[in-house]
């Protein structure tokens, strides 16, 4: 059997960067060599593209933190990609998981696993995924859309832009715009940057003040804010898989060591764990799946994705948090280890995707 050639993309531009080194360094080290001719691509934090050196056979699972060490630099990105089969972007956040890297492929003709440039796009800009998804029915947290303006750079002196459901919009002093976030949203309140990822620039506001600085600090990140009421809730996760047919795992949950699960749960407090499956009843776990399956179908999702869900205490209702279109691919990632469970191992699962990746 000819084997496919596949290049497997990771590191990226994002703040994610370190979680896809160990993501892509799982994903090459599970890909069945029999099978697959891998070449191992890897993005510097500035763009700088690589290729991973290190014989593959050698090659071993990074961890957080850690860079490959033997690289050799490509001059040209597009001859490289342009000579495999299919792609693996097996990249986090933003200029990868965007849609960004998607399109570049698409320009070259190169398939590649999981979601298109739309897909991407909307999942990453998480008000456009709730306008969305509000659209599809999906109950959702109660949000507001802050837009940040500064027309000119080399002044610090920021313009708040309230805007509301029918994209109006309306330039507000910060303190007025968090009085209209408080009547609709209530306190605590979430703050968060449109674009971003890993709990990057979000913040828990218990109050104006607290509110005030979170609005200030997520515009650091984008200029595109979203602040939702606080779900007292459980964190569900269910992962889809498929291109028109979609499929969806059992369902998996995270216990953040944490009051909230921030950068620091996710990936430096050992104490966060998670269960899978989840202790739930089997109706809620099917509303998830449901809800999982027709919400990717919504933002036009193609191959993979992992939905995030809040299961509110003491109402048992059902919120859709987030849809993550490249999720964490570690070994011990909620995405492959939900799969597992289902009766998937990790080297099954990828090649599903890259075949779904090569047949859309
Ligand atoms: N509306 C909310 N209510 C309660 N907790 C929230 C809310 N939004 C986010 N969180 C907490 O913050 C974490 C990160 O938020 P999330 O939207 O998932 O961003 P990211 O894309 O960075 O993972 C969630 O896993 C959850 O612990
Ligand atoms: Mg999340």
């Known amino acids: ?27 090459i080290k599970n890909l069945n060599k029999e099978k697959y001719e891998i070449t191992p691509i890897y993005i510097g934090k500035n763009g700088d593209w690589f290729l991973y050196t290190k014989d593959i ?21 597009i001859e490289v990609l342009r000579n495999v089969e299919v792609a693996f972007p097996v990249l986090h956040g933003l200029y990868g998981e965007d849609g960004t890297v998607q399109g570049l492929l698409e320009l070259l003709k190169v398939p590649y696993v999981g979601c298109k440039v739309l897909g991407s796009a909307l999942c990453m800009d998480k008000v456009y995924t709730k306008i969305v998804l509000d659209k599809a029915g999906i109950n959702q947290a109660k949000y507001v859309y802050i837009k940040k303006q500064n027309d000119d750079i080399r002044h610090s002196d920021d313009r708040y832009v309230y805007v509301d459901e029918h994209f109006n919009e309306e330039e507000l002093e910060l303190k007025d715009i968090c009085k209209k976030v408080i009547e609709k949203c209530g306190l605590p309140a979430f703050v968060k940057p449109s674009n971003s990822g890993s709990s990057v620039g979000i913040n828990k506001a218990k109050d104006i003040s607290e509110l005030e600085n979170a609005i200030k600090y997520a515009g650091k990140f984008d200029s595109k804010i979203l602040v939702e009421e606080f779900i007292n809730a459980r964190e569900l996760e269910c992962a889809v898989i498929g291109n028109n047919n979609v499929d969806a795992s059992c369902v998996g949950e995270i216990l953040p060591a944490e009051d909230f699960y921030s ?14 499956p989840a202790n739930i009843s089997t109706d ?41 279109t490249m999720p964490g691919f570690t070994t011990i990632s909620m995405y492959p280890q939900l799969w597992g469970e289902c009766g998937k191992p990790y080297s099954d699962l990828l090649d599903v995707l890259v075949q779904l990746g090569m047949h859309n």
């Open 1 to 27: 059997m000819e084997k496919i050639k596949i290049a497997v993309i990771f590191g990226g531009m994002s703040t994610e960067h370190d979680v896809s080194i160990v993501s892509g360094s799982s994903v």
């Open 57 to 77: 056979e050698k090659i071993d699972i990074l961890k957080i933190g850690e860079e490959p060490i033997e690289l050799k630099e490509i001059k040209n990105p």
């Open 263 to 276: 950068f620091d749960a996710k990936y430096n407090n050992s104490q966060s764990r998670v269960e899978i």
């Open 284 to 324: 809620i776990s099917e509303e998830i799946r449901q809800t999982a399956c027709k919400a990717f179908k919504a933002v036009d999702g193609k191959g993979l994705a992992r939905v995030d869900f809040f299961l509110e205490k003491g109402t048992n209702k059902i919120f859709l948090n987030e849809i993550n």
